[in-house]
Each structure stands twice: as structure tokens, then as C-alpha cells.
């Protein structure tokens, strides 16, 4: 088929065949990754990757060498391939720090800045076989035309040329998480190394990927919109399918459905007591009638994650205790979500939660007391964290630091009984956490997942007149057949 279209198109120009220029496929150069001419769906011209411009990356390269010290050189490798079997790989997934800086979303590179370099990159090698069997690669033409590296060489040149970078440099700074032996077996590196002046440098990346620029928040506002659809299908449709693995399925369904290339995380889908475990991932259970469901979820947008949790109960109404215990967690998240502005530190934040949950936990008889050491076993967890290309995104950055327009937390106060519990009965296996995204803003804040609904009136209305609204009488035979 592809060699009879080529052949076609050698003949007569498809726009002159079809008069429309989206037909001309014939000169499209694959390079490994989606541009503007293989998919104008996705990107615009001048982007590099969806959303993202070409200066920007520039603008972002500028920045990280303004922060680093004279004289000293920055090395950052992509992921590695990770491998689930020996010959099965699980989905590559780029490093954020690599991704931010170069564009390139391949494994097997090397980027190196420098003040009097600017960014080098050492790129892989396209064997034939290897194209055959995967596809184009991103080398070194790419990393010049497409990435605007200032210098590219193919990697197996690295050990060549990057010794003398290090030897003209006082210190240097990689990213230890990717940090691979082609170069840190160097001599060059293991000098500087033995002299203390090898350092992490996330901690300049991660001030950088702190603040969001506007073209990187409307991608965090697109991937939370995606989120929060796909959890409000997903809420709809658990009443019909109360069952963990099915709600996990239809939430990732329903993100990839509105463009997200992966979710986040594994989807948290806890029903009753399994609620009650804060990364619970087994998804594995049914959802008993009259019991809760937590769902914490998020998807990846063009390498922007979301991340928000709801908590529900399937069969469309909250008992007397659920309630109780879900409208101290609403307030407390309300609560919180007000005192996100500039100047407030995530740990201030989290003191007022802590403050907050013990007290409304000793009011309705959980706790004895205020201070209580059995108040860290129902909440183990910060009131959030900072969000962006990674979950924890940042993590160099404080919680004592100053929040700051353009950056974004999360906000997810939640409460754990497990069902051991010595406490009173009616409580024990409930698990709730209630989690928004929220954007700092000059003047306080945006929630970005304000459009799921979290208030107990709006949700038993939600579950309950959209059932009556389906027909469900064919999805309740189903029901009963798979229980
Ligand atoms: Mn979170």
C-alpha cells in the first residue's frame, strides 16, 4: 500500500490530484515524535511538543544556565527503557526534567548545557534493523532542525567529546535519576566527583518546573478537565458497575478517549474498607451496596498530569456515619482551598488541616483527644503536593516555601479507619479523601477541578437521576449476572 502511494505521488502531485494539501503525505519526515506537519491535530507550527513553542524551550534553557554557577556544566540523560519481560518493554515514559529542557521524548540521549556551549546533545544511532522493527528514531539532524540544539553528535561519539567539556568545568551538575555509566564511568566525571563537585540538578530544574508558564498551565487545565469528565462518567457508571477493576477501566478509558497518552498513576479505586488504604491499587474487588468508593486518579496530557480524588457511594446515598465523616473532610478541603494564596506554604496549609480534622474527629467521638497519637494512623498524609509534569512534582522544592502565582498543588485532605479500628463501630472501614487541584493566582487561587461536584446533595442527585434517566433495567440484568 505505502509503495504504491509513494509511486502515485511521483507521478502526479496529490494537490494537484485532490487540490488539498493535507493529502501530500509524501514529504512528511518521520522523526520519532509527533510535529506540526506528521500531526497538525495535535501540534501547532513552532511547536515542538503539543502546546509547547520553540522559544519557550529556548527560554527554558536560558533560564537554567542563568541559574547555574560559572563555569560549571549540567548533564542530563532521558529515561532508561524500562522492561516488564525480557523482551517486553513497559511504555517509555521521558523523563520530566529531560523533556522540559530538550523536547526529545526518546530514551538513549544525553543533553549537555553549558554557558559557553549552550545545549549539546548526544543522540542514538537509527540501525535499519532497529527502524524495521520500531520505527524512526530522533538523531542527530533532529536534534539540530527540531530540537535547535546548538551542537548534536550521535552518542556513540560521548566519550570522546564530553571528557574535555568536563575537564574545562569547575562542577558539574546531572540528573541523578536518570544518571547512566557511559558518562559517569568517565575519568573526567569521577575527578570531579572525588572532589565533592558533583551535584543533583533538580535543584535548579525544579525551581524552574515550579512556576508554570501560561502555555504549560492551559495544558494543566486540559489534563484536569480530561480527569475530571472521565471521573464523572466513571462516578455515573458505578452504580450500574459497582466493582473496582471496572471503575478503573472505565476512568482510563474515558481519559485516553479525551486525548491523555497515560495515566498518571495506577488509578486508586478503594471500595469500602480498601478506601481506607491511601495508595490502595489492587483493584481487585466488588463494591458491597451501601459502601463507599474512594477514586483518586489523574492522566498525563502532553507531559502535564492531573491528579484528583473523590470519594462516593455507588448505590446514590451517603449513610448517617459516611456523612459525617465526608462533610468534616469537605470543609476541611474547602477550608484549605481558601487559604491557598501567594505567601502561604503548603506546611501552613497542612497545620490548618491538622488542626481542623482533629478537632472534627474528636467532636464526633473518633479521638479522645486533641494531639491524640492515633490521629496520624486515620491521616498519614500531607495535605498535598505540588503538581506539574511529575505527581510529586518539584520535590527539591520546600513545603515551607512560599506558594507563588503559576504554581500548583494539590489539596486532599482525607481520613483512614481501617477496619481493626477501636473506636466506635459505625466508623470503622470508611475511608474518604476529597482532593482538588488548585492554581496560584495573584490574588489567590483557581481550583482546576472545580468541576466535579464534591457536595453530598450534588452527588446523590448526579447518581440518582442519572440512573432513572437510562434505562437501567438491561445493565441491572447485567449486574446480576456478573455478581
Ligand atoms: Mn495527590
Not at 544518571?179 to 569521577?190: D, R
Not at 451496596?289 to 446515598?317: A, F, K
Request: overall charge negative.
Amino acid at each position: 500500500m505505502q509503495a504504491v502511494v509513494r509511486k502515485l505521488s511521483n507521478r502526479f502531485s496529490f494537490k494537484q490530484v485532490l487540490g488539498c494539501r493535507m493529502y501530500r503525505t509524501d514529504k512528511i519526515v518521520d522523526i520519532g515524535q509527533p510535529t506540526p506537519e506528521s500531526h497538525p491535530q495535535l501540534l501547532k507550527d513552532g511547536e515542538i511538543t503539543p502546546g509547547i513553542t520553540t522559544e519557550e524551550y529556548i527560554l527554558r534553557r536560558k533560564k537554567l544556565l542563568e541559574l547555574l554557577p560559572e563555569n560549571s556544566l549540567a548533564i542530563i540523560a532521558s529515561a532508561p527503557i524500562k522492561m516488564m519481560t525480557d523482551v517486553v518493554p513497559y511504555t517509555f515514559r521521558q523523563d520530566a526534567d529531560y523533556l522540559y529542557i530538550t523536547g526529545c521524548q526518546q530514551p538513549g540521549g544525553v543533553a549537555v548545557l553549558g554557558h559557553e556551549y549552550g545545549l549539546w546533545m548526544f543522540m542514538p544511532e537509527a540501525k535499519p534493523h532497529d527502524v524495521t522493527w520500531q520505527g524512526q528514531i530522533a538523531g542527530v539532524d533532529v536534534a539540530l532542525d527540531t530540537f535547535k540544539a546548538d551542537n548534536a553528535y550521535p552518542i556513540r561519539k560521548l566519550h570522546q567529546i564530553l571528557p574535555d567539556m568536563i575537564r574545562g568545568s569547575s562542577k558539574l551538575f546531572h540528573n541523578v535519576q536518570t544518571a547512566i555509566p557511559a558518562y559517569m564511568e568517565l575519568e573526567a566525571f569521577q575527578k570531579l566527583a572525588s572532589c565533592d563537585k558533583v551535584r543533583d540538578l533538580t535543584v535548579y530544574t525544579h525551581q524552574l518546573r515550579w512556576i508554570k508558564s501560561p502555555a504549560e498551565l492551559k495544558l494543566m487545565k486540559e489534563s484536569a478537565s480530561i480527569a475530571c469528565q472521565a471521573l464523572l462518567l466513571t462516578m455515573l457508571h458505578s452504580k450500574t458497575y459497582p466493582h473496582e477493576r471496572m471503575l478503573a477501566a472505565k476512568v482510563e478509558y474515558e481519559c485516553k478517549m479525551r486525548g491523555a497518552q497515560r495515566m498518571a498513576f495506577n488509578p486508586v479505586v478503594g471500595g469500602g474498607p480498601n478506601g481506607s488504604v491511601v495508595h490502595y491499587s489492587r483493584n481487585d474487588q466488588k463494591i458491597k451496596d451501601g459502601d463507599l468508593v474512594l477514586m483518586d486518579v489523574g492522566c498525563e496530557l502532553h507531559g502535564y498530569v492531573s491528579d484528583l480524588t473523590r470519594t462516593w457511594p455507588p448505590c446514590g446515598s451517603f449513610s448517617s456515619a459516611q456523612e459525617e465523616l465526608y462533610d468534616l473532610i469537605l470543609e476541611t478541603n474547602k477550608h484549605c482551598v481558601e487559604l491557598c494564596k501567594p505567601g502561604a506554604s503548603i506546611r501552613q496549609i497542612h497545620n490548618h488541616s491538622v488542626d481542623m480534622l482533629q478537632k472534627g474527629l474528636k467532636e464526633i467521638g473518633i479521638l479522645k483527644g486533641v494531639g491524640s497519637s492515633s490521629y496520624h494512623t486515620l491521616n498519614p498524609t500531607a495535605i498535598g503536593h505540588y503538581l506539574g509534569m511529575d505527581v510529586h512534582d518539584s520535590q527539591m522544592i520546600s513545603s515551607d516555601c512560599p506558594l507563588k502565582p503559576g504554581v500548583v498543588i494539590t489539596i486532599e485532605p482525607g481520613v483512614y479507619i481501617p477496619s481493626s479500628f477501636i473506636g466506635p463501630e459505625r466508623y470503622r472501614g470508611i475511608g474518604i479523601r476529597i482532593e482538588d487541584e488548585v492554581l496560584i493566582t495573584e490574588t489567590g487561587y483557581e481550583v482546576l477541578t472545580a468541576s466535579i461536584p464534591k457536595e453530598i446533595k450534588q452527588i446523590e442527585s448526579l447518581l440518582n437521576n442519572f440512573s432513572h434517566g437510562m434505562g437501567m433495567d438491561c445493565h441491572s440484568d447485567m449486574r446480576a449476572t456478573s455478581s
